[in-house]
T-cell receptor, first 113, second 113 residues
Protein backbone atom coordinates (compact mmCIF):
# COMPACT_ATOMS: atom_id res chain seq x y z
CA UNK A 1 0.00 0.00 0.00
CA UNK A 2 1.86 3.04 -1.27
CA UNK A 3 0.52 5.98 0.70
CA UNK A 4 2.73 8.57 -0.99
CA UNK A 5 3.17 8.46 -4.76
CA UNK A 6 5.35 10.32 -7.18
CA UNK A 7 4.01 9.20 -10.53
CA UNK A 8 6.73 10.73 -12.69
CA UNK A 9 9.99 8.75 -12.41
CA UNK A 10 11.86 11.47 -14.28
CA UNK A 11 11.61 15.06 -15.47
CA UNK A 12 13.83 16.94 -17.91
CA UNK A 13 13.89 20.76 -17.96
CA UNK A 14 15.91 23.47 -19.64
CA UNK A 15 18.01 25.78 -17.48
CA UNK A 16 16.08 28.92 -16.50
CA UNK A 17 12.66 27.30 -16.93
CA UNK A 18 10.28 26.10 -14.23
CA UNK A 19 10.49 22.57 -12.81
CA UNK A 20 7.27 21.17 -11.36
CA UNK A 21 7.43 17.96 -9.35
CA UNK A 22 4.21 16.32 -8.21
CA UNK A 23 3.22 14.11 -5.30
CA UNK A 24 -0.06 12.46 -4.28
CA UNK A 25 -1.00 10.92 -0.96
CA UNK A 26 -3.85 8.75 0.26
CA UNK A 27 -3.63 8.90 4.05
CA UNK A 28 -5.82 11.72 5.37
CA UNK A 29 -3.94 11.59 8.69
CA UNK A 30 -0.89 13.16 7.04
CA UNK A 31 -0.59 16.79 8.10
CA UNK A 32 3.03 17.69 7.44
CA UNK A 33 4.80 17.37 4.13
CA UNK A 34 8.44 17.75 3.17
CA UNK A 35 10.56 17.75 0.03
CA UNK A 36 14.09 16.37 0.02
CA UNK A 37 16.80 16.38 -2.62
CA UNK A 38 19.15 13.43 -2.85
CA UNK A 39 22.36 12.54 -4.67
CA UNK A 40 23.46 8.90 -5.04
CA UNK A 41 25.19 7.42 -1.97
CA UNK A 42 24.33 10.49 0.12
CA UNK A 43 21.60 11.23 2.62
CA UNK A 44 18.56 13.31 1.62
CA UNK A 45 18.91 17.06 2.04
CA UNK A 46 15.88 18.96 3.32
CA UNK A 47 14.50 21.56 0.89
CA UNK A 48 11.14 22.86 2.06
CA UNK A 49 8.12 21.80 4.07
CA UNK A 50 4.47 22.69 4.47
CA UNK A 51 1.91 22.15 7.19
CA UNK A 52 -1.64 21.15 6.31
CA UNK A 53 -2.93 24.46 7.68
CA UNK A 54 -1.28 26.23 4.76
CA UNK A 55 -1.65 25.87 1.01
CA UNK A 56 1.62 27.47 -0.05
CA UNK A 57 5.12 27.93 1.30
CA UNK A 58 8.01 29.71 -0.40
CA UNK A 59 11.74 29.67 0.19
CA UNK A 60 13.82 31.39 -2.45
CA UNK A 61 13.52 29.53 -5.74
CA UNK A 62 11.44 26.77 -4.14
CA UNK A 63 7.67 26.89 -3.61
CA UNK A 64 5.50 24.05 -2.37
CA UNK A 65 1.76 24.00 -2.99
CA UNK A 66 -0.67 21.82 -1.07
CA UNK A 67 -4.18 20.91 -2.24
CA UNK A 68 -5.72 19.01 0.67
CA UNK A 69 -9.00 18.22 -1.05
CA UNK A 70 -7.13 16.57 -3.91
CA UNK A 71 -4.47 15.12 -1.56
CA UNK A 72 -1.85 16.56 -3.89
CA UNK A 73 1.28 18.61 -3.43
CA UNK A 74 3.76 20.03 -5.87
CA UNK A 75 7.22 21.55 -5.74
CA UNK A 76 8.03 24.42 -8.10
CA UNK A 77 11.64 25.38 -8.79
CA UNK A 78 12.08 28.71 -10.56
CA UNK A 79 14.42 29.29 -12.27
CA UNK A 80 15.86 25.80 -12.61
CA UNK A 81 19.64 25.46 -12.52
CA UNK A 82 21.91 22.57 -13.60
CA UNK A 83 22.90 22.14 -9.93
CA UNK A 84 19.29 21.23 -9.18
CA UNK A 85 19.75 17.93 -11.04
CA UNK A 86 19.14 15.20 -8.45
CA UNK A 87 16.44 12.85 -7.17
CA UNK A 88 13.60 14.62 -5.39
CA UNK A 89 11.52 12.86 -2.74
CA UNK A 90 8.32 14.03 -1.16
CA UNK A 91 7.61 12.75 2.33
CA UNK A 92 4.67 12.93 4.71
CA UNK A 93 4.04 12.53 8.40
CA UNK A 94 1.07 12.88 10.69
CA UNK A 95 -1.11 11.69 13.50
CA UNK A 96 0.79 9.96 16.28
CA UNK A 97 3.45 8.61 13.95
CA UNK A 98 6.18 10.72 15.49
CA UNK A 99 9.49 10.37 13.79
CA UNK A 100 8.08 8.40 10.86
CA UNK A 101 8.27 9.82 7.38
CA UNK A 102 6.53 8.03 4.52
CA UNK A 103 8.38 8.67 1.26
CA UNK A 104 7.37 8.65 -2.37
CA UNK A 105 9.49 6.72 -4.85
CA UNK A 106 11.31 9.82 -6.06
CA UNK A 107 11.56 11.82 -9.29
CA UNK A 108 14.86 12.22 -11.13
CA UNK A 109 15.19 15.85 -12.21
CA UNK A 110 17.65 16.71 -14.97
CA UNK A 111 18.23 20.37 -15.76
CA UNK A 112 20.00 20.89 -19.09
CA UNK A 113 22.27 23.93 -19.61
CA UNK B 1 26.33 23.05 14.40
CA UNK B 2 27.59 19.64 13.37
CA UNK B 3 25.23 17.56 11.29
CA UNK B 4 24.13 13.97 11.67
CA UNK B 5 27.09 11.59 11.68
CA UNK B 6 26.83 7.95 10.66
CA UNK B 7 29.59 5.39 11.03
CA UNK B 8 30.90 3.44 9.29
CA UNK B 9 30.22 4.74 5.78
CA UNK B 10 30.72 1.35 4.16
CA UNK B 11 30.46 -2.22 5.41
CA UNK B 12 30.86 -5.59 3.77
CA UNK B 13 29.50 -8.62 5.61
CA UNK B 14 28.63 -12.20 4.75
CA UNK B 15 25.29 -13.95 5.16
CA UNK B 16 24.54 -15.02 8.70
CA UNK B 17 26.73 -12.39 10.34
CA UNK B 18 25.42 -9.50 12.39
CA UNK B 19 26.19 -5.81 12.06
CA UNK B 20 25.90 -2.68 14.19
CA UNK B 21 25.55 0.79 12.70
CA UNK B 22 25.97 4.02 14.64
CA UNK B 23 24.32 7.42 14.42
CA UNK B 24 25.16 10.64 16.27
CA UNK B 25 22.32 13.18 15.98
CA UNK B 26 22.49 16.95 15.80
CA UNK B 27 23.20 18.41 19.22
CA UNK B 28 19.96 18.98 21.12
CA UNK B 29 17.89 16.61 18.99
CA UNK B 30 16.20 13.87 21.02
CA UNK B 31 14.71 11.84 18.18
CA UNK B 32 16.58 9.48 15.89
CA UNK B 33 14.82 7.66 13.06
CA UNK B 34 16.29 4.92 10.88
CA UNK B 35 15.46 4.20 7.24
CA UNK B 36 16.47 1.60 4.68
CA UNK B 37 16.90 2.56 1.03
CA UNK B 38 16.93 -0.11 -1.68
CA UNK B 39 16.39 0.25 -5.43
CA UNK B 40 13.23 -1.84 -5.33
CA UNK B 41 11.52 -0.57 -2.18
CA UNK B 42 12.70 3.02 -1.97
CA UNK B 43 13.09 4.69 1.43
CA UNK B 44 11.39 2.71 4.15
CA UNK B 45 11.02 3.55 7.83
CA UNK B 46 12.61 1.11 10.27
CA UNK B 47 12.05 2.65 13.71
CA UNK B 48 12.32 5.81 15.76
CA UNK B 49 13.81 6.39 19.18
CA UNK B 50 13.01 9.31 21.44
CA UNK B 51 14.58 9.80 24.85
CA UNK B 52 15.94 6.23 24.84
CA UNK B 53 12.53 4.68 24.06
CA UNK B 54 11.35 3.17 20.80
CA UNK B 55 8.35 5.28 19.92
CA UNK B 56 7.50 3.99 16.45
CA UNK B 57 8.31 0.90 14.43
CA UNK B 58 8.04 0.01 10.75
CA UNK B 59 7.28 -3.32 9.13
CA UNK B 60 10.64 -5.03 9.40
CA UNK B 61 11.44 -8.42 10.94
CA UNK B 62 12.74 -8.74 14.46
CA UNK B 63 16.29 -9.19 13.12
CA UNK B 64 16.35 -5.40 12.89
CA UNK B 65 16.69 -3.74 16.27
CA UNK B 66 17.99 -0.54 17.72
CA UNK B 67 18.65 1.41 20.84
CA UNK B 68 19.31 4.94 21.95
CA UNK B 69 21.67 6.12 24.63
CA UNK B 70 21.25 8.92 27.16
CA UNK B 71 23.27 11.28 24.93
CA UNK B 72 20.76 10.58 22.10
CA UNK B 73 23.28 8.62 20.03
CA UNK B 74 21.64 5.60 18.46
CA UNK B 75 22.73 2.22 17.17
CA UNK B 76 20.97 -0.13 14.81
CA UNK B 77 21.68 -3.85 14.78
CA UNK B 78 20.85 -6.41 12.13
CA UNK B 79 21.34 -10.05 13.07
CA UNK B 80 21.58 -13.09 10.80
CA UNK B 81 22.21 -11.01 7.72
CA UNK B 82 20.52 -11.94 4.45
CA UNK B 83 21.48 -10.93 0.92
CA UNK B 84 18.37 -8.76 0.76
CA UNK B 85 19.64 -6.64 3.63
CA UNK B 86 22.13 -5.01 1.27
CA UNK B 87 21.06 -1.38 1.26
CA UNK B 88 21.85 2.19 2.21
CA UNK B 89 20.90 2.70 5.86
CA UNK B 90 20.06 6.25 6.79
CA UNK B 91 19.47 7.84 10.12
CA UNK B 92 17.76 11.16 10.68
CA UNK B 93 17.54 13.37 13.73
CA UNK B 94 14.94 15.91 14.80
CA UNK B 95 13.68 17.58 17.96
CA UNK B 96 10.98 14.90 17.95
CA UNK B 97 7.85 17.02 18.20
CA UNK B 98 5.04 16.97 15.66
CA UNK B 99 5.75 18.79 12.43
CA UNK B 100 9.49 19.05 12.73
CA UNK B 101 12.11 18.53 10.05
CA UNK B 102 14.24 15.41 9.99
CA UNK B 103 17.86 15.94 9.04
CA UNK B 104 19.66 13.00 7.50
CA UNK B 105 23.15 11.65 7.78
CA UNK B 106 25.18 10.49 4.78
CA UNK B 107 24.22 6.86 5.39
CA UNK B 108 25.97 3.54 5.78
CA UNK B 109 26.22 1.39 2.66
CA UNK B 110 25.90 -2.25 3.73
CA UNK B 111 26.79 -5.01 1.27
CA UNK B 112 25.95 -8.59 2.24
CA UNK B 113 27.82 -11.27 0.27
Amino acid sequence: DQQVKQNSPSLSVQEGRISILNCDYTNSMFDYFLWYKKYPAEGPTFLISISSIKDKNEDGRFTVFLNKSAKHLSLHIVPSQPGDSAVYFCAASGGTSYGKLTFGQGTILTVHP
Amino acid sequence: KAGVTQTPRYLIKTRGQQVTLSCSPISGHRSVSWYQQTPGQGLQFLFEYFSETQRNKGNFPGRFSGRQFSNSRSEMNVSTLELGDSALYLCASSPGTVGTIQYFGAGTRLSVL
